[in-house]
């Protein structure tokens, strides 16, 4: 493996990750040529991300999770060790750079080769629970995630009640539908600018009257942009709302905990969202849908796209919505 020197190695960041894409060459550069012990980070030709080291000693095993991959191999070129960690799955990112720019700070505190080893290590120890944790959400369940909470407690906030959301909100608990409002049932369903379909999850899903779906464009990024939240973010604000309202803030913290997040995760601090915008459908008899009643007998769990391009004229106005028989005190 050949190293080549960064071009401002001090104080490094994961941004020089974004830096080497734009050049869409694959290679392996030195992270700071003062550190106590080599670091490297690269690109392979797929485009997974590298981190490692280089050392004079033969490196202990570093299992972590089937998202990272951990080689060893010792050079020719001069006999010593290297220790790399592959990303395999795009979906952990977020917390694959945050691990690198903290072993990089800790190797920093160190004063040798040894002692940055040890430091590396420790790290990777640290931070192995983040790759493993089976209730991490997926970028896109968070997008999903997002689009749920934002649709539900800020768009409807303008046409609802505000004390119907949290009861109305069943998504946590695999609802059909995943709000179930008194008069209508909505589905929301997350896009991009450029997406073109959204998925439907099951033959039950669109199956039933008074039935909407939302389609709300989220935009993401690693890092704060103008107008972005995080999920964390989202949440405080939901709770803040609920602060005075005891009881319906017992029904939130309920739904929430159903999902089983881990909030303290790093993934969820450093992705940022925007709802650029929402639009709703209603599903009639016309819709083109999928439903129970069309399946023959023993056929069930399935899932199909409907092309966005193809339900324009289902596109109802927020007002639309038929919210004139809604009860206050329900």
Same mark, same amino acid.
């Given at each position: ?15 020089? +990750? ?10 392996? +550069? ?75 700070? !800790? ?19 640290? +931070? ?9 959400? =997926? ?10 909470? +934002? ?43 450029? =997406? ?42 939901? !709770?803040?709302?609920?602060?005075? !309202? ?70 109802? =106005? ?13």
């Amino acid at each position: 493996m050949s190293l080549v020197a960064a071009p401002s190695p001090i104080g490094w960041t994961s941004a020089a +990750w974004d830096r080497q894409r734009l050049t869409f060459q694959a290679g392996a +550069w030195e992270v700071d040529p003062l550190s106590p012990l080599r670091l490297f980070y690269g690109l392979e030709s797929s485009g997974h991300l590298t981190f490692g080291y280089v050392a004079e000693e033969k490196p202990q095993t570093l299992p972590l999770s089937s998202v990272i991959r951990v080689d060893r191999r010792q050079r020719d070129i001069d006999g010593k060790w290297t220790v790399v960690l592959t990303l395999l799955s795009p979906e952990s990112e977020v917390v694959f750079r945050r691990l690198a720019e903290h072993i990089y700070s !800790r190797v920093t505190d160190t004063t040798s080769e040894s002692e940055g080893v040890i430091a590396f290590v420790e790290s990777v120890a640290e +931070w192995k629970r983040l790759f493993s944790s089976p209730h991490r959400l =997926s970028l896109s369940q968070l997008r999903g995630l997002f689009a749920e909470l +934002w649709v539900g407690f800020t768009t409807c906030r303008d046409l609802l009640d505000d004390d119907l959301i949290p009861g109305a909100w069943n998504g946590p608990f695999m609802s059909d539908q995943d709000y179930q409002f008194p008069t209508f049932y909505l589905e929301v369903k997350s896009s991009h600018r450029t =997406s073109r379909a959204i998925q439907i999850s099951s033959e039950y899903q669109l199956d039933g009257n008074n039935i909407y779906v939302a389609v709300a464009t989220v935009q993401d990024e690693v890092g704060p942009f103008e107008g972005s939240l995080t999920l964390v973010e989202i949440i405080s604000m939901i !709770r803040r709302r609920y602060a005075t !309202r005891p009881q319906l803030a017992e029904i939130f913290e309920d739904a929430l905990m159903e999902l089983e997040l881990d909030l303290s995760d790093p993934f969820y601090e450093d992705v940022h969202m925007i709802c650029e915008r929402v639009r709703f459908y209603e599903v009639n008899e016309k819709f083109p849908r999928i439903i129970p009643s069309m399946l023959r007998p023993g056929i069930g769990g399935v899932t199909y796209k409907i092309q966005l391009a193809e339900i324009n004229d289902f596109e109802r =106005s927020m007002d639309r919505l038929p919210t004139d028989n809604i009860d206050e005190e329900d």
